[in-house]
């Protein structure tokens, strides 16, 4: 399985961007999929997640700023951000887990995998 992000930039305070990411490979489903930052000299932090029943979750900085969403015929979750800060800076990184093809396309093997990241870079 991998993942594809793509959609980073440079934006002034106060814009919006999108960022997307796209699985592609071998498996049976993907139950979720997150988007992570690393700014520099930061933890990795989450920053939204979407299950496979749609259920979303945002950390408390990008409330009402970022939305995420899924289009689960094409495999790719979206980040849409608004409001921008720069305190938003950071690679942003996505994350699906799910599970692998088992005997007769029976689920396999549970997995979790990274895509490489997209830089986003908000200017003051």
């Known amino acids: 399985v991998q993942l594809q992000a793509s959609g980073g930039g440079l934006v002034q305070a106060g814009g919006f961007l999108r960022v997307s990411c796209a699985a592609s490979?071998?498996?049976?489903?993907?139950?979720?999929m997150s988007w992570f930052r690393e700014a520099p000299g930061k933890e990795r932090e989450l920053v939204s997640r979407?299950?496979?029943?749609?259920?979303?979750n945002y950390a408390t900085p990008v409330k009402d700023r970022f939305t995420i969403s899924r289009d689960s015929a094409k495999n790719t979750v979206y980040l849409q951000m608004t409001s921008l800060k720069p305190e938003d800076t950071a690679v942003y990184l996505c994350n699906a887990d799910g599970r692998g093809v088992g005997k007769g396309w029976s689920p396999g093997r549970y997995f979790s995998v990274w895509g490489q990241g997209t830089l986003v870079t908000v200017s003051s």
């Open positions: 979407i299950t496979n029943n749609g259920d979303t």
């Open positions: 490979g071998s498996f049976h489903s993907i139950t979720a």
